[in-house]
């Protein structure tokens, strides 16, 4: 027997029989009760007598439950016979034993009532086709019909069918295995794995939301390139991000060869997520993934009941997880994605990629937009730490400056710690000597900021003169020479010509006004 530990299944069993029908817990749940991982999300699939449509009896049992431990109120999906409640921390969800089937345009299936194992059987994988059984005469009885216990023993992902069909009928399940995968430390079976190489096409029919969420998952998995080069291997890559597969691959001139850019990135992302980076990973490993609220919002087809399951899903992820940790993730991904359109070979220089840093933050909205991934805060931070990432390393190779920092805190604001982890991050280098010198100037760099910060106070600093003094000072409208007043500031104080004080601006803005021909108002 299994005991799954909460009093909840206890309830659910006993109105189960009060009901004459029976309940089962399966999926998620049942899996990391095995893998000894927490799960907040449980899925209850219900069998029993026809009760005018046994594709509803989820809903009722639901509404039972939750009238029996005093729930919240019970969300109803009638179109997909589908109710779920939060309980304490945890979310239900009940539905009726189902079987479906597909048509070759589209995911969402023809649902009919079945049998327990009809219902195992619909399901993406074996290790998440298990069912405890809930009823008291039964309770913790275990339905295994397709090896699941085994192949977690053994870490293999496979489909309980034919992989190829189940592929092809549901194709984001090709992102959930590669996902698992991920998020487990799991092997894809070779026949899975195959099918996933030849289904991969059939990702063209998934909306952008439910690709991304499954991406966002893989991002904040532990080691998140495991997945992504999973992805790359098996085609999805191509389909889902092309700009990150365009990475792969060197090439050589005159014997010269670059780095493989595509495993580079792999490396950086890692680096940012693991602990020995100062990266925040946590425990990152639950299905659920993170928060959209501020989705573009000019496709409105995700709108529909079964999306915003999965839109909820992804909301209550953001509330438990750090979103910061993603958007680095994210910017470690896209660091170098411009690189490839500014590739150059020099017979002097060797391979380069100048202005890669600047094309790259230029993509990052065109690849935001596309996933349906937030344009607000979230990209333009992504969109900074591409653009910026360069700057420290530039500096660590060359004399720091006080003024070159000062820009660099002006430009990074608060975002400057997460930049100097990314650059960090970045140092790849299988030469020791070299990854010990940039080490040791990045520390350098470090020291100059902090001490430059605590000074002069420059991080998000605005000129001490706003235009409005200006006009004032010298009873003029809005014109070309209040910028100019306003950026000579600015530049004088980020070079240290001025310290950062309101006394000095004003002194600098009477006499620059003077440069240009205004006068001091007269009262």
Same mark, same amino acid.
């Given at each position: 027997?299994?005991?799954?530990?909460?009093?909840?299944?206890?309830?659910?069993?006993?109105?189960?029989?009060?009901?004459?029908?029976?309940?089962?817990?399966?999926?998620?749940?049942? !899996?990391?009760?095995? $893998?000894?991982? =927490?799960?907040?999300? /449980?899925?209850?699939?219900?069998? *029993?007598?026809? &009760?005018?449509?046994?594709?509803?009896?989820?809903?009722?049992?639901?509404?039972?439950?939750?009238?029996?431990?005093?729930?919240?109120?019970?969300?109803?999906?009638?179109?997909?016979?589908?109710?779920?409640?939060?309980?304490?921390?945890?979310?239900?969800?009940?539905?009726?034993?189902?079987?479906?089937?597909?048509?070759?345009?589209?995911?969402?299936?023809?649902?009919?009532?079945?049998?327990?194992?009809?219902?195992?059987?619909?399901?993406?994988?074996?290790?998440?086709?298990?069912?405890?059984?809930?009823?008291?005469? !039964?309770?913790?009885? $275990?339905?295994? =019909?397709?090896?699941? /216990?085994?192949?977690?023993?053994? *870490?293999?992902? &496979?489909?309980?069918?034919?992989?190829?069909?189940?592929?092809?009928?549901?194709?984001?399940?090709?992102?959930?295995?590669?996902?698992?995968?991920?998020?487990?430390?799991?092997?894809?079976?070779?026949?899975?794995?195959?099918?996933?190489?030849?289904?991969?096409?059939?990702?063209?029919?998934?909306?952008?939301?439910?690709?991304?969420?499954?991406?966002?998952?893989?991002?904040?998995?532990?080691?998140?390139?495991?997945?992504?080069?999973?992805?790359?291997?098996?085609?999805?890559?191509?389909?889902?991000?092309?700009?990150?597969?365009?990475?792969?691959?060197?090439?050589?001139?005159?014997?010269?060869?670059?780095?493989?850019?595509?495993?580079?990135?792999?490396?950086?992302?890692?680096?940012?997520?693991?602990?020995?980076?100062?990266?925040?990973?946590?425990?990152?490993?639950?299905?659920?993934?993170?928060?959209?609220?501020?989705?573009?919002?000019?496709?409105?087809?995700?709108?529909?009941?079964?999306?915003?399951?999965?839109?909820?899903?992804?909301?209550?992820?953001?509330?438990?997880?750090?979103?910061?940790?993603?958007?680095?993730?994210?910017?470690?991904?896209?660091?170098?994605?411009?690189?490839?359109?500014?590739?150059?070979?020099?017979?002097?220089?060797?391979?380069?990629?100048?202005?890669?840093?600047?094309?790259?933050?230029?993509?990052?909205?065109?690849?935001?937009?596309?996933?349906?991934?937030?344009?607000?805060?979230?990209?333009?931070?992504?969109?900074?730490?591409?653009?910026?990432?360069?700057?420290?390393?530039?500096?660590?190779?060359?004399?720091?400056?006080?003024?070159?920092?000062?820009?660099?805190?002006?430009?990074?604001?608060?975002?400057?710690?997460?930049?100097?982890?990314?650059?960090?991050?970045?140092?790849?280098?299988?030469?020791?000597?070299?990854?010990?010198?940039?080490?040791?100037?990045?520390?350098?760099?470090?020291?100059?900021?902090?001490?430059?910060?605590?000074?002069?106070?420059?991080?998000?600093?605005?000129?001490?003169?706003?235009?409005?003094?200006?006009?004032?000072?010298?009873?003029?409208?809005?014109?070309?020479?209040?910028?100019?007043?306003?950026?000579?500031?600015?530049?004088?104080?980020?070079?240290?010509?001025?310290?950062?004080?309101?006394?000095?601006?004003?002194?600098?803005?009477?006499?620059?006004?003077?440069?240009?021909?205004?006068?001091?108002?007269?009262?």
């Amino acid at each position: 027997m299994i005991d799954l530990g909460l009093d909840i299944y206890r309830t659910v069993g006993r109105e189960a029989d009060r009901m004459g029908i029976d309940a089962y817990a399966v999926g998620g749940v049942v !899996r990391d009760y095995f $893998l000894q991982r =927490p799960c907040t999300d /449980i899925d209850i699939v219900c069998i *029993g007598p026809e &009760r005018g449509g046994e594709v509803h009896i989820g809903i009722e049992l639901a509404k039972a439950v939750s009238n029996a431990v005093g729930g919240s109120k019970v969300s109803v999906f009638k179109t997909f016979g589908t109710a779920s409640f939060q309980y304490q921390h945890l979310q239900l969800e009940f539905v009726g034993a189902r079987r479906e089937s597909y048509s070759h345009d589209s995911r969402k299936p023809v649902v009919e009532n079945g049998t327990l194992e009809d219902d195992q059987r619909r399901r993406d994988f074996t290790v998440n086709a298990l069912a405890v059984c809930l009823n008291a005469d !039964r309770y913790g009885e $275990l339905m295994d =019909p397709f090896g699941g /216990i085994r192949d977690l023993n053994e *870490g293999i992902l &496979r489909t309980p069918l034919d992989p190829d069909i189940t592929f092809s009928d549901d194709p984001l399940r090709m992102m959930r295995a590669v996902r698992f995968a991920s998020q487990l430390g799991f092997r894809i079976a070779d026949d899975t794995f195959d099918a996933i190489g030849r289904n991969a096409h059939r990702i063209e029919i998934v909306s952008a939301e439910r690709i991304t969420v499954e991406l966002n998952k893989i991002m904040l998995s532990p080691e998140p390139s495991l997945g992504l080069k999973l992805m790359q291997k098996c085609g999805l890559m191509q389909l889902v991000l092309p700009e990150i597969s365009a990475l792969a691959g060197v090439e050589t001139v005159d014997g010269h060869g670059h780095k493989d850019i595509f495993y580079h990135t792999m490396q950086v992302l890692d680096n940012v997520s693991l602990p020995a980076s100062g990266g925040n990973p946590g425990n990152l490993g639950n299905d659920s993934s993170t928060d959209f609220q501020d989705f573009d919002g000019t496709d409105k087809s995700w709108k529909s009941n079964e999306n915003q399951e999965y839109l909820q899903d992804f909301q209550d992820f953001a509330k438990r997880e750090s979103q910061k940790s993603l958007w680095l993730r994210w910017a470690a991904l896209l660091h170098d994605v411009g690189k490839p359109g500014v590739k150059r070979y020099d017979a002097k220089q060797g391979w380069t990629f100048h202005g890669h840093e600047a094309r790259g933050a230029r993509m990052v909205k065109r690849i935001f937009k596309r996933l349906r991934l937030p344009l607000g805060e979230e990209m333009r931070y992504v969109e900074k730490l591409v653009m910026l990432h360069m700057r420290p390393i530039v500096l660590s190779e060359e004399e720091v400056t006080d003024s070159a920092v000062r820009r660099l805190l002006f430009e990074a604001g608060d975002d400057i710690d997460d930049l100097m982890l990314l650059c960090n991050a970045d140092i790849t280098s299988k030469n020791p000597d070299k990854v010990r010198r940039h080490k040791a100037n990045f520390e350098l760099v470090k020291r100059k900021l902090v001490e430059l910060e605590e000074r002069d106070r420059i991080r998000n600093f605005q000129p001490p003169v706003s235009g409005d003094d200006i006009m004032q000072t010298f009873g003029i409208g809005p014109c070309r020479e209040i910028g100019t007043i306003k950026d000579a500031i600015k530049d004088a104080i980020l070079d240290g010509q001025i310290p950062n004080d309101r006394d000095a601006a004003w002194q600098m803005m009477l006499r620059l006004g003077e440069e240009l021909g205004l006068k001091p108002a007269t009262k």
